[in-house]
């Protein structure tokens, strides 16, 4: 016979996908690489005129940008993150540039907090870019991030102008703690002083990004238990 009797002593417990037990936590997220993309990564693109954006992961596609046309007309990634979420270090891997910022009129940058700005943006993408990458950039605090090529030209060559990322590394920190709540008013988190017999302990939990386990205890031991 399956029985509980106790005296106060229910806690809840909540696992987060990533980060401590129960308070927010530090997310890593990898773009591209060697794998596929994941659901809800919040990457997006947009794409103007002759210029292109297209995300063929895994490698060796990659992250890439490329072609031209007339001025002001651009392509563009953008990584969003979801409500409570800011993202704080980006790193890459495996940049590739050819023609961008090299006298072809088609410049492109990086950009965070809304950029471009002081506090918000990269140095101008050169040949420099494809030696040693660009952007390891931390102390953010942005809910997106973002680069882009454009032609500042009245006309920009539609040939040998490309800008590829392999592989992105994103690390961020929620800014609030996992809600979690007891459901149904029979719950046993609502009864007062001793009970007996079985009884319902279900519970609600939600976190920015997302709740991988949720558990009830008394005192140190995890419901159901035999007495």
């Known amino acids: 016979m399956r029985r509980l009797m106790i005296l106060g ?4 417990l909540v696992l987060l996908c990533s980060g401590p037990v129960a308070s927010a936590g530090t997310l890593t997220l990898d773009l591209c690489g060697s ?50 979420v800011v993202i ?43 030696s040693y990458g660009c952007c390891s950039q931390g102390g953010l605090n942005s809910q997106s991030i973002g680069w882009f090529i454009a032609c500042a030209r009245s006309s920009c060559p539609s040939s040998n102008n490309y800008l590829s990322i392999e592989e992105l590394l994103l690390s961020a920190d929620e800014e609030r703690r996992p809600d979690i709540a007891p459901v149904g008013r029979d719950n046993l988190w609502y009864q007062n002083g001793w009970v007996r017999g079985t009884w319902p302990a279900p519970i609600e939990a939600d976190d920015p990004s997302g709740v991988c386990d949720a558990r009830v205890y008394f005192g140190s031991l995890p419901a159901p238990f035999e007495s």
């Open 9 to 12: 002593g229910v806690g809840l």
């Open 88 to 130: 704080n270090n980006i790193h890459v891997i495996g940049a590739d540039n050819q023609g961008i910022g090299e006298n072809t009129g088609v410049w492109g940058e990086f950009y965070w907090n809304g950029g471009p700005g002081a506090a918000g943006r990269s140095g101008p993408f050169d040949s420099g870019f494809r």
């Open 35 to 84: 794998h596929g993309r994941l659901a809800g990564d919040g990457l997006s693109s947009t794409q103007s005129g002759g210029f292109k954006a297209s995300a063929a992961c895994p490698i060796p596609g990659g992250l890439l940008l490329g072609a031209g046309s007339g001025n002001g007309q651009s392509a563009g990634f953008k990584v969003t993150a979801p409500a409570g």
